[in-house]
């Protein structure tokens, strides 16, 4: 499975071959640098490991008197891996949100309808979840020995997975009317 931050740089190549600099210019302008902390060395990095795993080529590009760059484009294990990946994180629930928040960022890549296939599988799970917690919380709330904190946590646990709810049925909604627009 892809990292976080190798998901993020394939998604970006997968739209159009681009050098590294053209790239971290790109994270600051989609400010995904606001709520996924990345530094330029791990780009840079990232390329390299993602380039020795042939999931990416570079193509050394000449411009004028500028330095040679190199540019990179996604080969089709890079494409197959991102797709699964992005599935996966649009499929699986997780407290550490940030894979759901790139694979949202990308979703439309791998195509609307599947898509809303993913959040529909994720928004099941969601909802399994959800009241998994609910009796759990009322469990834990008959019991008179159990510290406020402990019910306080899964109380915490089943309002972000509300949230999540709301958010994966506004996205499935959103989808959907595209696909009718069409």
């Not at 931050?5 to 998604?11: E, K, N, R």
């Not at 599947?114 to 709330?141: H, P, V």
């Not at 509300?162 to 959907?176: D, F, L, R, S, W």
Request: proline share 2%.
């Amino acid at each position: 499975m892809l990292t976080k931050t190798a998901t993020i740089i394939l998604g970006i190549i997968q739209k159009h071959p681009v050098n590294a600099y053209e790239l971290i210019k790109m994270l600051s302008r989609f400010q995904l640098k606001d709520w996924y902390d990345i530094a330029d060395s791990t780009v840079y990095a990232t390329l390299k490991s993602l380039e020795k795993k042939q999931y990416i080529t570079g193509r050394v590009q000449k411009d004028g008197n500028m330095p040679d760059k190199t540019v990179y484009s996604l080969t089709d294990a890079g494409t197959k891996e991102w797709n699964t990946a992005i599935k996966f994180f649009l499929t699986h629930f997780d407290y550490d949100l940030i894979p759901f928040m790139i694979a949202s960022f990308f979703a439309e890549s791998i195509g609307v309808g599947e898509a809303i296939k993913c959040l529909e599988e994720r928004l099941d799970y969601l909802k399994k979840n959800s009241k998994g917690l609910t009796r759990q919380i009322e469990e834990l709330e008959v019991e008179k020995d159990i510290p406020y904190y402990v019910i306080g946590n899964v109380q915490h646990n089943a309002l972000i997975v509300e949230t999540e709810i709301t958010v994966t049925q506004q996205m499935i909604a959103k989808y959907k009317s595209r696909l009718f627009d069409q």
